[in-house]
């Protein structure tokens, strides 16, 4: 028996040897990192406050949040404010010219989701990335202005304070033109990512936006963005209509006249976002409440933690290569679901019961060896029981009342396009990159995916984001979600493992290093010193290939609800995040 594994390794070896060095060469890398770095502090307790608690990307916005509470607004109203404040101070992921996802919870224990997600322009089509011979053009569904999908993000905001908010819209949005109008510092993190986008802010754009004034951004330089606030003032003064009609929306189109793109006047005024209805599932004594389609988000935690429930990680221990394993080959066979079954549901029939089912989800991990790391390329998607009928940021708040809200937002990747709309101050989205642009094809996060997720006009993408909420025994106990991609499920259910099975604090289980599979590529990313290097070893010897990843996966932002009642907040520190509340 032994010796048969020692054969398959050296087997394994041989194949390795023929065609894969780099890979193992970032096995030896990884292995070495994992012996010199412990991560962040996995026991360490977060802001503790007694009533309200915003956690967002950067201290300014967990301010802006924090002050509406203050000032008797509810979980929505500061909600709107941090959407609006964090697209002038954290412009690589907060906008106006993209969209998200969120979900809530009311006091009363009533749960909404809203997707606000962007949708592919009318006429955009199957194979508009493909040259004449079907060969995908590279960069072209990731920068420049065909990758834009139509934005959602001002009407998602309009309709959410419609539904709950409390406080006058005007006085909501007015904190973001203050920010914009006067000027804000910039930190060491933005000022680094200014200086790193310069030349694509140069290539892609029609005209000079603000974030190319200077030759290099230092930290503590203040970013003053005039058209921004301009827009966000005709935004803060007529609603839906201050960005989908009249001067913004002309300003839109006529970039995409000057850039090649396509998104119309028509795609502008009929864009909507719409409620629906969040996905739910019981996980021991854990209600999760997430998001559903066109985000895979929710059918993708919900599968992974009713696996998890399974298996003893809490005796097998956080992050022993017995759990790192177990949890491994679970994501593989999920998003392996993921590529085949998940697209927009207006558009696909997405198979949600089936791929929720229990028993279902118990069959896909039938073939899983605790010893021995399964082939990427032997796991395809699964057969769940057909329907019966046809660089993102995240923020979590909770107000004075327990009401809760979980917010994804993005432009896609950092700075999304990098096209600004020029006189108007702010970036496009190239959420496009989020279809498949060609059957198996990866896209900028190597997912690949086919037919449910491919370009149709006025279709949403496949969504990754996860805005989720965790009730315990029936009352509100954790609000979590994360940016990062591919990486934002693997996060969110780390995260939700870390508290709920180990016991971390909630600053704790944001800190704790961070690993992720996505089926294909057939690696594990691993944050620098996720895994112990016992560990590290014991998943080589099991047959996974592991590859480090610099910059962190993910960046969290979570507020738990302890014993006492009392909230901790849970701020990243892999980026400027803070919390702030009282
Ligand atoms: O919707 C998605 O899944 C992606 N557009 C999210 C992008 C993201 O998280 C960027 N951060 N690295």
């Given at each position: 028996m032994r010796c048969n594994r020692v054969k398959n390794r050296i087997h394994t070896l041989k194949k390795e040897r023929a065609g894969l060095t780099f890979i193992r060469i970032t096995l030896i890398l990884a292995i070495i990192s994992f012996s010199g770095c412990a991560g962040w502090d996995t026991n360490e307790t977060g802001l503790v406050t007694d009533k309200a608690m915003v956690v967002t990307a950067h201290p300014l916005t967990s301010e802006v949040g924090a002050a509406i509470l203050r000032r008797g607004g509810n979980a929505v109203d500061a909600a709107v404010a941090v959407q609006f404040a964090l697209a002038v101070v954290y412009p690589d992921a907060?906008?106006?010219?993209?969209?998200?996802?969120?979900?809530?919870?009311?006091?009363?224990?009533?749960?909404?989701?809203?997707?606000?997600?962007?949708?592919?322009?009318?006429?955009?089509?199957?194979?508009?990335?493909?040259?004449a011979q079907g060969n995908v053009i590279t960069e072209l569904s990731f920068k420049g202005h065909l990758a834009a999908g139509v934005p959602g993000t001002v009407a998602g905001m309009v309709q959410l304070h419609q539904k709950y908010g409390s406080m006058p819209w005007a006085e909501l949005v007015q904190p973001a033109v203050e920010l914009a109008a006067k000027g804000f510092p910039l930190t060491r993190k933005e000022a680094k990512k200014l200086n790193d986008e310069r030349s694509d802010f140069i290539k892609y754009n029609t005209q000079r936006p603000a974030f190319i004034l200077q030759d290099r951004w230092r930290e503590g330089d203040t970013l003053r963005l005039r058209e921004l606030a301009y827009t966000l003032a005709r935004i803060r003064d007529q609603g839906r209509a201050g960005f989908y009609e009249g001067e913004t929306a002309a300003r839109i189109v006529a970039e995409m006249e000057r850039g090649g793109g396509i998104i119309s006047k028509e795609d502008l005024a009929a864009y909507r976002p719409v409620w629906r209805e969040p996905l739910r599932g019981q996980v021991g004594d854990y209600q999760v409440i997430s998001m559903p389609p066109p985000s895979s988000g929710g059918i993708a935690l919900l599968q992974l933690l009713n696996i998890a429930q399974n298996y003893p990680l809490e005796d097998w221990g956080w992050n022993a290569a017995r759990t790192a394993h177990l949890m491994v080959e679970a994501e593989r066979r999920v998003y392996a679901d993921r590529a085949r079954h998940v697209g927009d549901p207006d558009y696909y029939d997405v198979p949600v019961a089936g791929l929720l089912d229990t028993a279902y989800i118990r069959s896909r991990m039938r073939d899983v060896s605790l010893d021995r790391a399964t082939d990427s390329d032997a796991v395809a998607a699964g057969a769940p029981a057909p329907p019966e009928s046809p660089n993102t940021t995240h923020y979590s708040i909770v107000d004075p009342e327990g009401n809760a809200i979980s917010v994804t937002t993005t432009l896609n990747s950092s700075f999304g396009s990098k096209v600004f709309v020029g006189g108007a101050g702010f970036l496009l989205n190239n959420e496009m990159d989020d279809f498949s642009v060609k059957p198996g094809h990866p896209n900028s996060y190597g997912l690949v995916g086919g037919e449910a997720n491919a370009i149709a006009p006025d279709k949403r993408m496949l969504s990754s984001m996860t805005p989720t909420i965790?009730?315990?025994?029936?009352?509100?106990?954790?609000?979590?979600?994360?940016?990062?991609?591919?990486?934002?499920?693997?996060?969110?259910?780390?995260?939700?493992?870390?508290?709920?099975?180990?016991?971390?604090?909630?600053?704790?289980?944001?800190?704790?290093?961070?690993?992720?599979?996505?089926?294909?590529?057939?690696?594990?990313?691993?944050?620098?010193?996720?895994?112990?290097?016992?560990?590290?070893?014991?998943?080589?010897?099991?047959?996974?290939?592991?590859?480090?990843?610099?910059?962190?996966?993910?960046?969290?932002?979570?507020?738990?609800?302890r014993p006492d009642g009392r909230l901790e907040g849970g701020a990243d520190p892999r980026g400027d995040d803070a919390a702030a509340g009282f």
């Open positions: 907060g906008n106006i010219g993209g969209g998200g996802f969120l979900v809530l919870r009311q006091q009363d224990g009533s749960v909404d989701a809203l997707d606000y997600r962007e949708k592919a322009p009318g006429n955009a089509h199957r194979d508009m990335y493909l040259d965790l009730e315990k025994n029936g009352q509100l106990h954790l609000i979590i979600g994360s940016m990062g991609g591919s990486t934002i499920i693997t996060t969110v259910y780390q995260i939700i493992l870390n508290v709920t099975v180990h016991n971390m604090p909630m600053q704790g289980a944001v800190n704790a290093g961070r690993f992720h599979h996505q089926w294909k590529p057939d690696w594990i990313l691993c944050e620098w010193g996720a895994l112990g290097f016992g560990t590290g070893l014991k998943m080589w010897w099991r047959g996974h290939r592991i590859a480090p990843k610099s910059g962190g996966i993910g960046r969290a932002a979570g507020i738990l609800v």
